[in-house]
């Protein structure tokens, strides 16, 4: 959607390397949600994370407020890691949440 | 583990026919959103409700009806699908739009018009 941009839109990684995966956005900033789309097509939830830092394996997920922006850190990629990672935006205003067109991963053996 | 679950998972239809897709939730939550997605591209949502016996217009709703009968059920509704509503449609529940819960998602219905 127009209020949330994601970067970059296709990203191709050895296994191993680590990928940073931006997500931008023009609006306030009730939440920010992170999201793992299968290539099957279903989408699994990474992180909730309205501000700060937030951990969970080899996944790190940081909003800044204040420079509207939240990134998607993956360390150490593995194959598995492979499909879209969307970002979602809560903005505080109604009951809609926005979400950014993806990062679509791909990770080579 | 929340769960939400659609049908059908996918489905033809003819151009001009009708179309409902139905999302059950077992959640308990009070919020359930349609949304869209076209291949390459995020999630735009249709339609969402917040109560039974309520929905709400979403970004696209043109061409989409919603309907939610109780707590647990939310449909779409095509009333003369169209070609451009080939897509795959993702439902989705959450207990307060988010603050401080995340959304579940099903698994998705793709629908083909022809």
């Known amino acids: 959607g127009q209020q949330v941009q994601q970067s970059p839109a296709s990203l191709v990684l050895q296994e191993g390397e680590n990928a940073e995966l931006q997500c931008n956005f023009s609006t306030s900033l009730n939440s920010m949600q992170w999201f793992y789309q299968r290539p099957g097509g279903s989408l699994v939830s990474l992180f909730y994370?309205?501000?700060g830092t937030k951990h969970s394996g080899r996944l790190t997920s940081t909003t800044v407020i204040k420079e509207r922006r939240s990134s998607l850190h993956i360390s150490s990629s593995q194959t598995t890691d492979s499909g879209t990672y969307l970002c979602?935006?809560?903005?505080?205003?109604?009951?809609?949440?926005?979400f950014g067109d993806g990062t679509q991963l791909v990770v080579k053996p | 583990e929340a769960a939400v679950t659609q049908s059908p998972r996918s489905k033809v239809a003819v151009t001009g026919g009708k179309v409902t897709l139905s999302c059950h939730q077992t959640?308990?939550?009070?919020?359930m959103y349609w949304y869209r997605q076209d291949t390459g591209h995020g999630l735009r949502l249709i339609h969402y409700s917040y109560v039974a016996d309520s929905t709400e217009k979403g970004d696209i709703p043109d061409g989409y009806k919603a309907s939610r009968p109780s707590q647990e059920n939310f449909s779409l509704i095509l009333e003369l699908a169209s070609l451009s509503q080939t897509a795959v449609y993702f439902c989705?529940?959450?207990?307060?739009?988010?603050?401080?819960?995340?959304?579940?998602f099903g698994e998705g219905s793709r629908l083909i018009v022809v």
């Open positions: 959640n308990n939550h009070d919020y």
């Open positions: 994370n309205p501000s």
């Open positions: 979602a935006l809560d903005p505080n205003s109604n009951n809609r949440i926005f």
């Open positions: 989705a529940s959450s207990s307060d739009r988010g603050r401080g819960n995340t959304l579940y």
